[in-house]
């Protein structure tokens, strides 16, 4: 209860630096979501302005493993903190089996690899994209079907009607950093998951199904009617329930 206030910071810039000059806080959380020093955009005083918050930061806060290995040697409190999932999110009905329908849902944005959800309808899959699109509309087959985002109380109506889930981020500098905040609400849902190779996911790779190229997630997609059972659909419910809003 001291005076001034508690300021989260998400990103560190001459900006913030000043602004927390003028605020003269009580607390300073930088609460470091993404591997912001890595981003083409960011600017190049970037690492100077983030050894300058972290000097001043009384507490940093990260969810992805990357960004906590990375900041940990640089600063005595860092703390991991999980993304959540809506408890709503574990009365999905069960997956059909079918294995054909797949669904990407979310914002789309240009870091997004649309060779991926490509490669699956060109090989006779449903392909749904789910949501707003940022920047230019990725170039995709006319069968991948398009839906409008809806409110976040309809979500889970919309979702549950779809076998698999997709994660399909390009392998960049800046991704070294994403965990997808949807990651337990898809295995909440009990879905399968195909995802890249991010430094995320391999903390998850029993849970869900990391592949690289077009080929290996058509290979994958069609291998799910072997490859999936209760007991992997139980453990990813499982594994969802320990990280619950």
């Known amino acids: 209860l001291r005076p001034g206030p508690i300021v989260i910071v998400y990103v560190a810039t001459a900006t913030t630096a000043a602004l927390l000059e003028r605020l003269a806080p009580a607390l300073i959380v930088y609460d470091c979501a993404s591997h912001f020093a890595a981003h083409p955009a960011a600017p190049p005083d970037f690492d100077a302005q983030e050894a300058r918050l972290l000097r001043r930061a009384d507490l940093v806060v990260t969810d992805s493993q990357f960004l906590f290995d990375r900041l940990a040697p640089r600063h005595p409190?860092?703390?991991?903190?999980?993304?959540?999932?809506?408890?709503?999110?574990?009365?999905?009905?069960?997956?059909?089996?079918?294995?054909?329908?797949?669904?990407?849902?979310?914002?789309?944005?240009?870091?997004?690899?649309?060779?991926?959800?490509?490669?699956?309808?060109?090989?006779?899959?449903?392909?749904?994209?789910?949501?707003?699109?940022?920047?230019?509309?990725?170039?995709?087959?006319?069968?991948?079907?398009?839906?409008?985002?809806?409110?976040?109380?309809?979500?889970?109506?919309?979702?549950?009607?779809?076998?698999?889930?997709?994660?399909?981020?390009?392998l960049t500098p800046f991704h070294q950093g994403v965990i997808p905040a949807k990651l337990y609400e898809c295995l909440a849902m009990g879905r399968p998951v195909l995802t890249t190779a991010l430094p995320s996911m391999q903390e998850f790779r029993e849970h869900v199904y990391v592949a690289a190229t077009p080929e290996a997630w058509v290979d994958t997609a069609r291998r799910l009617p072997q490859t999936e059972t209760a007991e992997r659909r139980a453990a990813r419910i499982a594994l969802a329930r320990r990280h619950t809003h």
């Not at 993304?83 to 054909?100: I, L, N, T």
């Not at 490509?118 to 749904?128: I, N, P, R, S, Y």
């Not at 949501?131 to 079907?145: D, E, H, Q, T, Y």
């Not at 409110?151 to 994660?167: C, G, I, K, N, V």
């Open 77 to 170: 409190r860092v703390v991991r903190v999980h993304q959540g999932v809506d408890e709503s999110f574990f009365s999905a009905k069960p997956p059909s089996g079918a294995w054909r329908s797949f669904c990407y849902y979310g914002t789309w944005v240009p870091e997004l690899d649309a060779g991926l959800p490509a490669a699956l309808a060109d090989a006779d899959f449903e392909v749904t994209l789910s949501g707003f699109v940022k920047g230019p509309p990725p170039a995709l087959p006319a069968s991948v079907r398009r839906l409008p985002p809806v409110p976040r109380e309809r979500l889970l109506s919309r979702l549950q009607e779809f076998d698999a889930f997709l994660l399909p981020h390009l």
